[in-house]
T-cell receptor, first 115, second 109 residues
Framework: DAGITQSPRHKVTETGTPVTLRCHQT?????MYWYRQDPGHGLRLIHYSYGVKDTDKGEVSDGYSVSRSKTEDFLLTLESATSSQTSVYFCAISFAPGGLSYEQYFGPGTRLTVT | GIQVEQSPPDLILQEGANSTLRCNFS?????LQWFHQNPWGQLINLFY???GTKQNGRLSATTVATERYSLLYISSSQTTDSGVYFC???????????FGQGTRLTINP
C-alpha cells in the first residue's frame, strides 16, 4: 500500500462547471502524477509535479491545471468541464522502494462523468 | 513519434495455461514498468525492468533494451490473473511513463 487516496471517487457534473480532484499521499514523496484513462486506451499523462509548486505539462494537458502547495496534496482542476473530459482519473506517486530505483504506484482512481 | 505497442490485444485461456505478453517500444528507455489492472480498475505494479530478467512467483519479465522489447510471462494461470496488463516505458526521464494500450487477459475456470 503506497498510501495514496483520491477524492472524490465518483463525480457527475455538468458541462461548464469547474471541478477539482484531489490526490493525497501520506509518505511525503517528491514526484506525483495525474493520468486519465479512456476506454480502449492505456493511461495518458496530464500533468506531473516534482516538488511543491513545481509542476509541468504532460501529453494531454489542455483544459487542465494543477497545483501543489503541500508535499502531500496534488490537485487537478478542470476550469470548465467538457464532455470530452469524462474519464477515469488516476493519481500516481514515484519513489524508490529500498532506495534502488524509482517506481510508480497508483491511487484507486476517480470516475468523472460530465453531462 | 514515440510508440508503445502491446500484443496480443486480447487473450483468452483456460486456468493452468501459460502465456507470453509482448511490448515493443520505439526508442531507448530509462525505465520500464509492467502493471496489472484488475477487473475492479485497480492498477498494480508488477515489475520495474528497464533491462534483464526478473521473477516474482508465477510471473516473470524480460526486457531486451537493445532490441526494444519486453516480455511478460505468466505461468499456471489462475482466474485472478484476469484483467488488463500494461507496459509503460519512460523515454524521457522523470518517470514520465508512456502506456501501451494493454493486453486484456481472460482466464476461464
Amino acid at each position: 500500500d503506497a498510501g495514496i487516496t483520491q477524492s472524490p471517487r465518483h463525480k457527475v457534473t455538468e458541462t461548464g462547471t469547474p471541478v477539482t480532484l484531489r490526490c493525497h499521499q501520506t509518505e511525503n514523496h517528491r514526484y506525483m502524477y495525474w493520468y486519465r484513462q479512456d476506454p480502449g486506451h492505456g493511461l495518458r499523462l496530464i500533468h506531473y509535479s516534482y516538488g511543491v509548486k513545481d509542476t509541468d505539462k504532460g501529453e494531454v494537458s489542455d483544459g487542465y491545471s494543477v497545483s501543489r502547495s503541500k508535499t502531500e496534496d496534488f490537485l487537478l482542476t478542470l476550469e470548465s468541464a467538457t464532455s470530452s473530459q469524462t474519464s477515469v482519473y488516476f493519481c500516481a506517486i514515484s519513489f524508490a522502494p529500498g532506495g534502488l530505483s524509482y517506481e510508480q504506484y497508483f491511487g484507486p482512481g476517480t470516475r468523472l462523468t460530465v453531462t | 513519434g514515440i510508440q508503445v505497442e502491446q500484443s496480443p490485444p486480447d487473450l483468452i485461456l483456460q486456468e493452468g495455461a501459460n502465456s507470453t505478453l509482448r511490448c515493443n517500444f520505439s526508442d531507448s528507455v530509462n525505465n520500464l514498468q509492467w502493471f496489472h489492472q484488475n477487473p475492479w480498475g485497480q492498477l498494480i505494479n508488477l515489475f520495474y525492468i528497464p533491462s534483464g530478467t526478473k521473477q516474482n512467483g508465477r510471473l516473470s519479465a524480460t526486457t531486451v533494451a537493445t532490441e526494444r522489447y519486453s516480455l511478460l510471462y505468466i505461468s499456471s494461470s489462475q482466474t485472478t490473473d484476469s484483467g488488463v496488463y500494461f507496459c509503460a516505458p519512460d523515454f524521457q526521464g522523470a518517470q514520465k511513463l508512456v502506456f501501451g494500450q494493454g493486453t486484456r487477459l481472460t482466464i476461464n475456470p
